[in-house]
């Protein structure tokens, strides 16, 4: 206890931060009065006992107080320790021992002192005192057992194990009052009542109302965890608020009625259609009369938040760039060759300038992969500045991802066009369709490309409709860009609706111009090389093209050249100097060895071995044709995968040299007589891969003829065209790519269907001025074309 009347340091605070009994921190400035006040009571005087100074709380915020501006009552108090704090602070651990009464207050040097009272604490009743203590402590234990398991920390319990060992009524009351971590209005009237009753009553009083709303948090829990199933836990915070607002007779009505608010001015500021106006007030009018935690409320509101999302009128189109000489220098820029396609955008954009009022063009990119179809939509819509939307396709079985499905089913949303139109934000965009051929047909899930036919007519997707909004949606102003690779796969009644621009293959010299002015730029600045002088000569892109790769787009070849780009970078990275210039025998090292070879190069003239060509949707290819005979019954054999149509073709064939093989030197008691006791064996290689068609026709008579007359068949010369049994060739279709396929392929005589004239002006100039093209009505023209003299013939010519 401190000594009657001795004076001591005073500590002002501004909050109750110790009570006796306590040991509390309390952080000061090194360098403010109230640490020279601890310093001081660590000064030894006579008649002073060591680390003593009295607490003083502050009633208005001042740094010398007067005794006014002080409570009353204090705390006298022992320094424990005195730590370093953060820079320019000290931490002080104080014990508090008793309360004393505040008498005087003055000035020392560079600190406050104070004279006290002692003995303050009065007991006028002992025995209800202890009877209080005693409910104290029950109550605090109690307590302690409604928290929760995180807050049952070891210092908690010892602080408890302490309560319930004192015995002195007026230090329980001032444990408990610290135990409850009460708050500084709280503790204040405990400090200053001196009366221990009292003051145990008052603390009765906040541990019970502690007590109580830890009782009901505990009953909100056990009561949302009942009516929880396992299914619901993403709702538990909504839960609880229900409940919390249940038990304070509360509700979030308000919160709704804004949202409601928000929700209909911007349906208001919409320029919705006629039937879509009536159909958002009717559901906001619905919305309005139902609970706002039903579940039909939420599928009521999330319906009427598409619909203001959604893009309506012409005040949400984009307006159009009709500069026609900028958008032609971007696609020229964006895109090497595809003139026909250019041409188009350019055609629509001379209209929509003549026109503003004309709808936007269906279009359907047909071709092998890599050639730039899906990129393009990305360049119409910056050349006409609209924005951009890409729709994959691909594998879609189920036309309620094209419409939308009904709001009857749970987790139902419209379709695939209207949630582009959302991303769009615009009435306006560009949509690219892509993969259109590689949608699943009819199921029991429906016809995913039937579904398309309403969107993709321009006579009536001015007014589409949506299974989920069950309302007309107005795409007629959208552009439309399809891509596909083979158009067969496209249902008749769908590729009706489209305006097809075919897309071939590029040339070897097409390739060496997209490669450097596109991929090598583009690859780069991906590998970091866009500041590092790098020389890349045409014979190095002209490997990549012919010995790495054999495609008709330029995908791989992109790969290929990423690859010797990132063994330079790799190069870089390791603190090496890579070679300024990569040649062929840097390709080699990197690459390895050529994957591809000139196919003729390894053949010669062989009887019975003729080479066709045919068309995949991936471009065109060699098709060659083998043809033997054997001892056997007098059967023939097709093998290598094929199709119904072709095998027709070959039996036409065959039929056709048996009838008019004397035309050929072939009399018909020679070809009867070899193919009764021998079989004919018919093979197209690449066994695994399907083969249909009836294109190979020539290939195949002529195969036939060069076998029964032992005359080789040049290697150097490819052939395509269907046959008759009257030996007609007639006309096919994939020129462009099977002749690309040729040239690819180092052949450069080809042999075409006369009819097919009109297609030699789709062949690259480039293509064409390397080839001889052989125009052929009848299949007497081929075989003086292909084959050579049989070798009995050229020994008796010598």
Not at 16 to 36: C, E, F, K, N, Y
Not at 509 to 517: C, H, M, S, V
């Amino acid at each position: 206890m401190p000594t009657p009347g001795a004076p001591l340091p005073l500590l002002p605070l501004r909050g109750v931060s110790i009570l006796p009994g306590l040991t509390a921190p309390v952080d000061l400035s090194r360098q403010s009065p109230a640490m020279q006040a601890v310093r001081r009571a660590g000064d030894r005087r006579p008649g002073e006992p060591r680390g003593r100074l009295v607490v003083g709380i502050l009633r208005e915020n001042t740094a010398s107080p007067e005794l006014e501006q002080l409570q009353p009552i204090g705390v006298a108090c022992e320094v424990v320790q005195v730590l370093p704090g953060t820079p320019g602070r000290m931490s002080v651990v104080l014990r508090g021992i008793s309360r004393v009464r505040l008498l005087d207050v003055f000035t020392e040097r560079d600190h406050q002192v104070v004279r006290v009272g002692t003995g303050v604490d009065t007991m006028r009743a002992a025995t209800l005192a202890y009877a209080l203590s005693g409910a104290l402590q029950d109550l605090v234990k109690q307590h302690d057992a409604l928290l929760p398991s995180a807050s049952k920390t070891k210092q908690r319990a010892q602080g408890l194990a302490a309560i319930l060992a004192e015995r002195s009524p007026g230090m329980v009351a001032d444990l408990c009052a610290a135990h409850l971590d009460l708050g500084d209005e709280d503790k204040l009237p405990i400090l200053l009542e001196t009366e221990v009753s009292d003051r145990l009553r008052k603390v009765i009083e906040l541990a019970g109302q502690r007590s109580n709303v830890l009782q009901v948090k505990r009953d909100l829990d056990r009561y949302v965890r009942e009516h929880l199933s396992k299914h619901e836990h993403d709702a538990l915070l909504r839960h609880k608020l229900r409940a919390i607002q249940s038990e304070l007779g509360e509700s979030d009505g308000e919160a709704d009625e804004r949202g409601l608010r928000e929700l209909e001015q911007r349906l208001t500021a919409l320029d919705l259609p006629e039937a879509a106006r009536a159909a958002a007030d009717r559901e906001l009018g619905r919305l309005r009369r139902m609970h706002p935690q039903s579940g039909e409320a939420t599928i009521a509101r999330t319906y009427l938040e598409w619909i203001a999302d959604l893009p309506w009128g012409e005040q949400s189109a984009t307006p159009d760039k009709l500069d026609l000489q900028r958008a032609r220098e971007l696609l020229e820029t964006h895109h090497y060759g595809l003139e026909k396609v250019k041409k188009r955008v350019l055609e629509y954009l001379s209209v929509r300038k003549l026109a503003p009022g004309k709808r936007g063009p269906i279009l359907c990119l047909a071709g092998p992969p890599g050639v730039g179809k899906t990129s393009l939509g990305r360049s119409i819509a910056e050349a006409l500045g609209r924005q951009y939307v890409r729709i994959s396709l691909g594998g879609v079985r189920d036309d309620a991802e094209i419409r939308g499905h009904r709001r009857t089913y749970i987790g139902a949303l419209p379709g695939r066009f209207i949630q582009a139109m959302k991303r769009a934000g615009t009435s306006n965009p560009v949509i690219v369709l892509d993969e259109v051929d590689k949608l699943v047909g009819a199921n029991l899930r429906g016809d995913p490309a039937a579904a398309l036919l309403e969107a993709l007519d321009p006579e009536q997707n001015a007014a589409f409709h949506d299974h989920y909004l069950d309302l007309d949606y107005d795409l007629s102003k959208v552009i439309f860009l399809c891509t596909a690779n083979e158009l067969g796969a496209i249902p008749d009644v769908l590729r009706d609706r489209l305006e097809v621009i075919p897309l071939s293959g590029y040339t070897v010299e097409e390739k060496l111009a997209i490669a450097r002015t596109h991929l090598l730029p583009k690859q780069r600045i991906e590998n970091g090389l866009d500041n590092v002088e790098l020389d890349i000569p045409d014979e190095v892109l002209l490997q990549l093209a012919t010995e790495y790769t054999r495609e008709s787009g330029v995908r791989n070849l992109e790969r290929e050249l990423a690859a010797l780009l990132r063994d330079v970078a790799m190069h870089l990275a390791e603190g090496r100097v890579p070679r300024r210039r990569l040649d062929p025998e840097e390709v080699l090292r990197i690459l390895g060895p050529p994957r591809y070879y000139d196919e003729m190069a390894a053949k010669v003239p062989t009887p019975g071995v003729v080479t066709g060509l045919g068309w995949t949707p991936v471009g065109g290819t060699l098709l060659f044709v083998e043809a033997t005979v054997h001892p056997g019954t007098g059967q023939t054999r097709l093998t290598g995968k094929l199709g119904d149509v072709m095998k027709e073709s070959a039996q036409a064939a065959l039929s056709y040299v048996r009838s008019r093989g004397t035309e050929f030197g072939l009399s018909p008691t020679y070809v009867g007589a070899l193919l009764k006791d021998h079989d004919l064996h018919l093979h197209f290689p690449a066994g695994a891969v399907p083969k249909d068609g009836p294109s190979a026709g020539i290939a195949v008579i002529t195969a036939l003829i060069s076998l029964f007359t032992d005359r080789p068949a040049r290697a150097d010369v490819a052939m395509t065209g269907e046959i008759t049994l009257r030996g007609q060739v007639l006309p096919i279709g994939g020129v462009r790519e099977k002749v690309l396929a040729a040239h690819r392929a180092g052949i450069r005589d080809i042999i075409l269907p006369d009819r097919n004239r009109k297609d030699e002006p789709e062949i690259p100039a480039a293509a064409r001025a390397d080839l001889r093209l052989h125009f052929v009505k009848h299949i007497r023209e081929v075989i003086p074309i292909v084959l050579l003299p049989a070798p009995t013939e050229v020994a008796a010519a010598e």
